[in-house]
């Protein structure tokens, strides 16, 4: 029973760390938080409903479907929100996404219900694991986030515009001094950023087999809350967050009461910027 | 900038006689119950974006969560005059207490923090509250929320119409104004627009920083509980999801439109926000995506709202450039 829940828990955990990646990888080059990233996930879980509930596609095309639609959401996002704020500090861009996720959120609700849509389960049996069943599709899922992380540590460390981020998230101004064009590398992360989301919004479209519209917003402070336990720059250190907040929510359910388990993360959130406010695994900065 | 263009100019009697006394005369002229009803709507948000004010806009504090203390204020007021018939003119008062006392409970060890991770860490603070309202079942009946609250009544008179609750609201509305002009007349005032405009020379100064702004904090967060439980005793019912996150959204919304750091400012976005919907049906029914529109269009546009004081929103760390701020093709601020 134990195991079965720590088995959960690190599933829900692996896909609050596609969110909260997307929150590291915009804090880390742009130093700036995006509000909307939710509805990002919401949108993209969405295109996956879509894709699988009315278009009947195999679920890769889905999950493809559902990342190009966080992509496309966060080249605009970018564009709309960051790109004429950026000199103006951590609120206007903030706030511009707050206004960006309510427009997408109350959206969606007019245009096709705010109820549960269904989504078809894959992989529906279960194996045996020490006395415990799991599901094929966790493994399925884990799988998959693995994949994506490991993707996307290869595009940073190994690509040329993986290198044109980390030059621009180190010192953006000798980047462009170098010729690195800051405009077009900030676009691209935020897009990359908001792909995983959409990632992440296809995933537990399948997972729990129901999207609906107002899903984004308790994912999106849970990814950030991951992100700051972890400490916001840090992309291992978010993994973890997400993981252990996964874990623990879910040991929550089992021992206190199925309604606190969302209480967890907000409790992390406030408790690591409080005591920790670099994170577990951030460098020191400067939020006092 | 116009440092001093927070001075309220609740002295200019030529403006705000004329206005006090139309608003006297309102429910006399109108009776229809409806729009009484947005009026008192509107004078509840005018409470809450006024005193949301006094930290975001006056001090340069972002907290989010100010829908946490009109909820708290709302359920205290509740529980106090269902289960121990507490009158309301004690209830009001009271919920003003407990939604400061909670306010100084989050200022205290969350005021350290500055900018956007301040505004982060209320966010927290506004789902805890949330949270615990909706699963600490013996205190606030969890979801199924507390109904049956009596209107006020004094001395035989209970309320019944909206004019009654019309006329309370426009006293707790003259009150709060003349409260927050007072303040921001006097030396703490003046205190707290040093604060935002730059916090290490008003230490230099010999202001006390910390407890300055925990102060900031507990007025605002007073005066939401009072507005909380004005909502109590009107609606007569309270459940958790009046007091959400997309609550808090709605009143920054408010504060940020109508104009941060003046009087009248947050008065007019309250007013103006409340009002646009009900204009036509086809707006009530897209209230929320109007709200997310406007809201990123004055940011885009107009950022210091209708009547707020320009760059507030637009300095929130004076001491680190963020990213892409040296860029040659970046606008100049």
């Given at each position: 029973m134990l195991l079965q829940q720590v088995v959960n828990g690190l599933t829900q955990g692996s896909l609050y760390a596609l969110v909260a990646i997307g929150f590291v990888i915009i804090f880390g080059t742009m130093n700036l938080v995006t509000f909307a990233h939710g509805e990002v996930y919401m949108v993209g879980a969405f295109m996956g409903y879509f894709a699988l509930s009315?278009?009947?596609?195999?679920w890769p095309v889905a999950l493809l479907l559902g990342m190009a639609a966080g992509w496309i959401l966060g080249v605009l996002t970018e564009k709309v929100a960051f790109r004429p704020m950026r000199t103006l500090g951590h609120m206007p861009p903030l706030l511009i996404t707050i206004g960006i996720s309510i427009v997408l959120k109350e959206a969606v609700v007019i245009l096709l219900g705010a109820e549960n849509r269904p989504v078809p389960s894959i992989y529906e049996q279960t194996i045996q694991v020490w006395g415990s069943q799991v599901s094929v599709l966790q493994f399925v899922i884990l799988g998959i986030v693995v994949l994506l992380i490991v993707a996307l540590q290869l595009l940073i460390q190994a690509t040329k515009i993986g290198r044109a981020m980390r030059a621009t998230a180190q010192d953006h101004e000798a980047a462009y001094a170098m010729g690195v064009n800051a405009d077009r590398v900030f676009n691209i992360a935020f897009a990359l950023a908001s792909c995983l989301g959409g990632a992440a919004g296809v995933l537990v479209g399948i997972y729990y087999n129901a999207v609906y519209a107002t899903m984004g917003g308790m994912a999106g402070l849970k990814g950030f809350a991951a992100c700051i336990f972890g400490g916001l720059t840090s992309i291992p250190g978010a993994i973890l967050g997400a993981l252990i907040i996964g874990v623990v929510e879910n040991l929550t359910v089992q021992f206190i009461a199925s309604g606190y388990r969302d209480i967890i993360a907000f409790l992390v959130m406030v408790l690591v910027l409080i005591v920790?406010?670099?994170?577990?695994l951030g460098s020191k900065m400067r939020v006092v | 900038m116009p440092l001093y263009s927070f001075t309220p100019r609740w002295d200019n009697k030529r403006v705000w006689l004329p206005v006090l006394g139309a608003l006297l005369l309102f429910p006399l002229v109108v009776r229809s119950e409806y729009l009484l009803n947005v009026a008192v709507l509107a004078g509840i948000y005018v409470i809450l974006s006024s005193s949301l004010n006094i930290t975001?806009?006056?001090?340069g504090l972002f907290s989010f969560g100010h829908a946490a203390f009109y909820g708290i204020g709302a359920y205290t007021a509740a529980i106090l005059a269902t289960?121990?018939?507490?009158p309301f003119w004690l209830t009001f008062p009271l919920a003003g207490i407990v939604a400061g006392l909670s306010g100084v409970a989050i200022a205290?060890?969350?005021?350290?923090l500055k900018g956007i991770f301040l505004a982060l860490i209320t966010i927290g603070f506004q789902e805890i509250v949330f949270l615990v309202t909706l699963n600490w079942v013996s205190l606030t009946r969890g979801p199924m929320g507390i109904p049956a609250i009596p209107p006020p009544a004094i001395a035989g008179y209970s309320f019944g119409g909206n004019r009654d609750y019309y006329y309370l609201i426009l006293l707790l509305n003259v009150l709060v104004l003349f409260l927050i002009a007072r303040i921001m007349d006097s030396r703490v005032g003046r205190a707290f627009i040093a604060i935002r405009e730059d916090e290490v020379a008003a230490q230099a100064v010999g202001i006390p920083v910390f407890p300055t702004k925990v102060l900031s904090f507990v007025i605002a967060t007073a005066m939401a509980g009072v507005a909380g439980a004005f909502f109590a005793h009107h609606a007569r019912f309270v459940s958790a999801d009046s007091f959400r996150l997309d609550e808090t959204f709605v009143i920054l919304t408010m504060l940020i439109v109508g104009g941060m750091g003046t009087l009248v400012g947050p008065v007019i976005g309250a007013v103006f926000l409340v009002i646009l919907p009900e204009v036509s049906r086809f707006l009530v029914q897209f209230r929320e995506i109007v709200y997310g529109a406007i809201l990123i269009l004055v940011i885009l546009f107009r950022p210091q709202g209708i009547a707020g004081v320009p760059g507030i929103i637009h300095s929130p760390t004076r001491r680190s450039k963020p990213p892409g701020a040296a860029l040659p093709e970046a606008p100049a601020e």
């Amino acid at each position: 029973m134990l195991l079965q829940q720590v088995v959960n828990g690190l599933t829900q955990g692996s896909l609050y760390a596609l969110v909260a990646i997307g929150f590291v990888i915009i804090f880390g080059t742009m130093n700036l938080v995006t509000f909307a990233h939710g509805e990002v996930y919401m949108v993209g879980a969405f295109m996956g409903y879509f894709a699988l509930s009315w278009w009947h596609l195999p679920w890769p095309v889905a999950l493809l479907l559902g990342m190009a639609a966080g992509w496309i959401l966060g080249v605009l996002t970018e564009k709309v929100a960051f790109r004429p704020m950026r000199t103006l500090g951590h609120m206007p861009p903030l706030l511009i996404t707050i206004g960006i996720s309510i427009v997408l959120k109350e959206a969606v609700v007019i245009l096709l219900g705010a109820e549960n849509r269904p989504v078809p389960s894959i992989y529906e049996q279960t194996i045996q694991v020490w006395g415990s069943q799991v599901s094929v599709l966790q493994f399925v899922i884990l799988g998959i986030v693995v994949l994506l992380i490991v993707a996307l540590q290869l595009l940073i460390q190994a690509t040329k515009i993986g290198r044109a981020m980390r030059a621009t998230a180190q010192d953006h101004e000798a980047a462009y001094a170098m010729g690195v064009n800051a405009d077009r590398v900030f676009n691209i992360a935020f897009a990359l950023a908001s792909c995983l989301g959409g990632a992440a919004g296809v995933l537990v479209g399948i997972y729990y087999n129901a999207v609906y519209a107002t899903m984004g917003g308790m994912a999106g402070l849970k990814g950030f809350a991951a992100c700051i336990f972890g400490g916001l720059t840090s992309i291992p250190g978010a993994i973890l967050g997400a993981l252990i907040i996964g874990v623990v929510e879910n040991l929550t359910v089992q021992f206190i009461a199925s309604g606190y388990r969302d209480i967890i993360a907000f409790l992390v959130m406030v408790l690591v910027l409080i005591v920790r406010p670099q994170g577990l695994l951030g460098s020191k900065m400067r939020v006092v | 900038m116009p440092l001093y263009s927070f001075t309220p100019r609740w002295d200019n009697k030529r403006v705000w006689l004329p206005v006090l006394g139309a608003l006297l005369l309102f429910p006399l002229v109108v009776r229809s119950e409806y729009l009484l009803n947005v009026a008192v709507l509107a004078g509840i948000y005018v409470i809450l974006s006024s005193s949301l004010n006094i930290t975001n806009g006056y001090t340069g504090l972002f907290s989010f969560g100010h829908a946490a203390f009109y909820g708290i204020g709302a359920y205290t007021a509740a529980i106090l005059a269902t289960r121990h018939a507490v009158p309301f003119w004690l209830t009001f008062p009271l919920a003003g207490i407990v939604a400061g006392l909670s306010g100084v409970a989050i200022a205290l060890p969350t005021l350290r923090l500055k900018g956007i991770f301040l505004a982060l860490i209320t966010i927290g603070f506004q789902e805890i509250v949330f949270l615990v309202t909706l699963n600490w079942v013996s205190l606030t009946r969890g979801p199924m929320g507390i109904p049956a609250i009596p209107p006020p009544a004094i001395a035989g008179y209970s309320f019944g119409g909206n004019r009654d609750y019309y006329y309370l609201i426009l006293l707790l509305n003259v009150l709060v104004l003349f409260l927050i002009a007072r303040i921001m007349d006097s030396r703490v005032g003046r205190a707290f627009i040093a604060i935002r405009e730059d916090e290490v020379a008003a230490q230099a100064v010999g202001i006390p920083v910390f407890p300055t702004k925990v102060l900031s904090f507990v007025i605002a967060t007073a005066m939401a509980g009072v507005a909380g439980a004005f909502f109590a005793h009107h609606a007569r019912f309270v459940s958790a999801d009046s007091f959400r996150l997309d609550e808090t959204f709605v009143i920054l919304t408010m504060l940020i439109v109508g104009g941060m750091g003046t009087l009248v400012g947050p008065v007019i976005g309250a007013v103006f926000l409340v009002i646009l919907p009900e204009v036509s049906r086809f707006l009530v029914q897209f209230r929320e995506i109007v709200y997310g529109a406007i809201l990123i269009l004055v940011i885009l546009f107009r950022p210091q709202g209708i009547a707020g004081v320009p760059g507030i929103i637009h300095s929130p760390t004076r001491r680190s450039k963020p990213p892409g701020a040296a860029l040659p093709e970046a606008p100049a601020e």
